[in-house]
């Protein structure tokens, strides 16, 4: 069973900078890619950044320049460093890889 445990999350003022970090309990981030959710209040969750095992990175459009996704092997941790925050990233992100989910870690953006 893995385990994975997000953190980081907070309030924030537009403009501002959080880093999300997502722990696993195994390597698993070595061998796997992973994901990042963003689910806004009300809404779906949607894809935001993909981080290969090779390192590659995918964003969407909505975070694109904004966000970045980097892993550290020796850690098993992936983070979600997030810049220019704006009201619209308000939400819960969750870390995700295979079929493990974390439980997600909440972003509020407000002045």
């Known amino acids: 069973q893995v385990q994975l445990v997000e953190s980081g999350g907070g309030l924030v003022q537009p403009g501002g900078t959080l880093r999300l970090s997502c722990a696993a309990s195994?390597?698993?981030?070595?061998?796997?890619?992973m994901d990042w959710y963003h689910q806004a209040p009300g809404g779906p969750r949607e894809l935001i950044a993909t981080i290969r095992n090779n390192g590659d990175t995918w964003y969407a459009d909505s975070v694109k320049g904004r966000f970045t996704g980097t892993k550290n092997y020796y850690e098993n941790t992936v983070y979600l460093q997030m810049t220019d925050l704006k009201p619209e990233d308000t939400g819960v992100y969750y870390c995700?890889?295979?079929?493990?989910w974390g439980q997600g870690t909440q972003v509020i953006v407000s002045s």
């Open positions: 995700t890889c295979q079929e493990y």
């Open positions: 195994t390597g698993i981030f070595n061998i796997h890619s």
